[in-house]
């Protein structure tokens, strides 16, 4: 028996030892399919090309006005992104960059505009990001050919308009019924319940590594798998709503009225949020400022609304011996946290009192210098790469060496033992939920790499990263006697 399962073992080995080799693709990749490989979207080409929000606000001004100052507005732009793409084209080369970009600024990608990290020189609908026209010409999707079989990279097809015997016709997809005079006379309309599903956002909101396919962020398949895609909740129904609105999607299942939607896609990155509204200010642009720091309550908002804690005191023998901190996914379509579970951090802090107001057990307190203590109760993910060895990148990650996150509508149970405590009678335990958007070290060592086009000080008002703010989502507090009572 032994024999047999070394002998798989072996023919495993090699199998794989040989394929790495050979450079061969863990899954088979058509490439006359996907002619932007590792980026799996597709172009369907005529003479109506991608347009530019500007032209689109000029009928459309509210949808205009809620999108700018959005994250996908700054998708392009991100100084995050810019740092981390830096990072990757330097390892990988530009073909990696190709994957990234089709899902942080598609036209620009496909047109063949982007040719390397940074932003000097580039269109307006380069600068763009996610624009209106790139989920506005959405016309289909390929999520069942892809390489994994399922929604990654950016599996959507684009097709802006067609050749007409008079010349360019621009389409515009949506959810409604096109009226008579729909698109003023610049675009066509067609209906599409594409739009009103989360198919759409599927294709971007799932990040595979662009070789081996592994899942590195599975915002949607965390929805598939959980109640409100049972229910006929949509990204949509939570994303693209007001935060009251929101919160009666995620607490009722009712779908939201037609007039209810909205073009803000909040979400959490307040931090992104906070320097978008900062760079404004610097370039005098007060609008666009009030309407960055729009999104950074927003998102606060949203996190707050997201967890709720308890604790409950376990004894055994009448005597305190631990204690369980009980952390639920309230509101979250999909696990909390989602998406950059390798990047995003969400941890408890727990601070226990004796009856004089003396600390006497703590855990998961931020360190002076921003790190976190090495024993913190931590919901995120770690990545690891095909040498086993930790990596936050995703042309690395291949693997996760952990992965904590809590499902929708789900929770989790954190245990703390309690040593024997001389002459404490009573305990006033305090817990916290915290959040941010990134480990302090690596939202460091991203900023340290943006391209050299991106001046943090000129643009951002940053001479050097101070410690990253933190969101505190739930908090909760309860008195306990040592002894049962
Ligand atoms: C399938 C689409 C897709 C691909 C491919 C992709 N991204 Fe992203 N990226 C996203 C989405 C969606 C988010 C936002 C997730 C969130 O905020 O939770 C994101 C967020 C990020 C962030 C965090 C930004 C911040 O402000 O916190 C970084 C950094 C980033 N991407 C870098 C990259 C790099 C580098 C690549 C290429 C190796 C890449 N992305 C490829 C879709 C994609
Ligand atoms: C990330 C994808 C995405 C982006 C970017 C986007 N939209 Fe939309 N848009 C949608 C979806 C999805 C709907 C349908 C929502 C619903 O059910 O009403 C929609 C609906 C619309 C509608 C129909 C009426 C309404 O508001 O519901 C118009 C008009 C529109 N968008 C214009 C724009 C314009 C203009 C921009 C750019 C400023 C833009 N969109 C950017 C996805 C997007
Ligand atoms: C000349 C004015 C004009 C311009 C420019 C324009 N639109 Fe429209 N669009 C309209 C009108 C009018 C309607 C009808 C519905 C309405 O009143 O909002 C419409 C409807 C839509 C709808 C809803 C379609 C449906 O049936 O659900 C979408 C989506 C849309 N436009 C996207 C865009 C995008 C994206 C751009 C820029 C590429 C754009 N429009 C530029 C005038 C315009
Ligand atoms: C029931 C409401 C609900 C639905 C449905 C929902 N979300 Fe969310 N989403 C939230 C809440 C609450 C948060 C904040 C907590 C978190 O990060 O998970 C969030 C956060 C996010 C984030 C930011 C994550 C991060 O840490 O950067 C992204 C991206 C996102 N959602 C995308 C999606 C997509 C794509 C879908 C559809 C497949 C979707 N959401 C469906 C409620 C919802
Ligand atoms: C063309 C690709 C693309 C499509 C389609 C798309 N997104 Fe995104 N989305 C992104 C990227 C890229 C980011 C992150 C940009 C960054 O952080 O730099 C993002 C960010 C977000 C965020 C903000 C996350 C945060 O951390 O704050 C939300 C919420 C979101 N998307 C929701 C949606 C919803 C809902 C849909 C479908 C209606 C959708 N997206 C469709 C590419 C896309």
Redesign the pocket.
């Known amino acids: 028996m032994k024999r047999i399962i070394l002998f798989v073992l072996f023919f495993l080995c090699s199998t794989a030892a040989l394929s790495a080799a050979g450079g061969q693709d863990v899954f088979p990749v058509d490439r006359d399919f996907y002619p932007y490989y590792p980026s799996l979207f597709k172009w369907e080409k005529s003479a109506a090309t991608f347009t530019e929000p500007e032209t689109c606000a000029g009928c459309h001004e509210k949808q205009y006005s809620e999108w700018n100052g959005s994250?996908h507005s700054l998708a392009l732009r991100d100084p995050i992104y810019q740092g981390e793409l830096n990072k990757g084209v330097k390892a990988v080369g530009h073909e990696i960059g190709r994957q990234c970009e089709g899902c942080h600024s598609a036209a620009a990608m496909m047109s063949g505009e982007l040719k390397k990290p940074g932003l000097a020189g580039l269109s307006p609908l380069a600068m763009a990001g996610v624009s209106c026209d790139i989920c506005h010409s959405v016309s289909g999707t390929t999520h069942t050919r892809t390489p994994a079989r399922v929604p990654e990279n950016g599996s959507l097809i684009l097709s802006p308009g067609y050749d007409g015997t008079d010349g360019a016709h621009l389409v515009k997809r949506g959810p409604l019924k096109p009226s008579a005079d729909c698109g003023g006379g610049f675009h066509e309309c067609k209906e599409s319940p594409l739009h009103g599903q989360?198919d759409l956002?599927?294709g971007?909101?799932q990040v595979y590594h662009y070789e081996k396919h592994f899942p590195i962020?599975a915002?949607?398949n965390?929805?598939?798998a959980g109640p409100?895609?049972q229910q006929g909740?949509?990204?949509?129904?939570?994303?693209m709503v007001d935060t009251d609105v929101?919160l009666k999607?995620?607490d009722s299942?009712k779908k939201p009225e037609r007039s209810e939607y909205r073009h803000y896609f909040s979400?959490?990155?307040y931090l992104l949020a906070y320097l978008s509204a900062q760079a404004a200010t610097r370039a005098g642009d007060k609008e666009q400022a009030a309407r960055a720091m729009k999104q950074y309550d927003m998102?606060v908002k949203?996190?707050q609304?997201?967890?709720s804690l308890e604790i409950i005191p376990i004894y055994y023998d009448g005597q305190l011996q631990e204690l369980k901190v009980k952390v639920s996914?309230?509101?979250?379509?999909?696990?909390?946290?989602?998406?950059?579970?390798n990047?995003?951090q969400?941890w408890l802090e727990i601070t226990a009192r004796d009856q004089n107001g003396t600390v006497v057990m703590s855990s998961g307190t931020v360190g002076k210098d921003g790190s976190l203590p090495p024993e913190v109760r931590i919901f995120n993910s770690d990545g690891m790469g095909s040498d086993f060895h930790f990596s936050a990148h995703p042309w690395v990650i291949t693997a996760f060496s952990r992965h904590e996150t809590i499902p929708?509508r789900g929770f989790k149970e954190v245990y703390y033992g309690i040593v024997a405590l001389k002459g404490v009678k009573s305990l006033t335990v305090d817990a916290r939920l915290r959040?941010r958007?990134a480990d302090q070290k690596v939202a460091e060592e991203l900023l340290a790499a943006v391209p050299i086009d991106i001046d943090l000080a000129r643009d951002y008002g940053l001479t050097s990263v101070p410690q990253l703010p933190v969101v505190d989502?739930a908090s909760t507090q309860l008195k306990i006697t040592v002894r049962k009572p």
């Open positions: 994250v989360a956002c599927a971007c909101h962020e915002t949607y965390e929805w598939k409100y895609a909740i949509h990204c949509q129904d939570c994303h929101f999607s995620a299942f979400g959490v990155n998102a949203r996190l609304s997201a967890a996914n309230l509101r979250a379509g999909h696990n909390l946290p989602t998406s950059l579970s990047i995003r969400m929708p959040y958007t989502m």
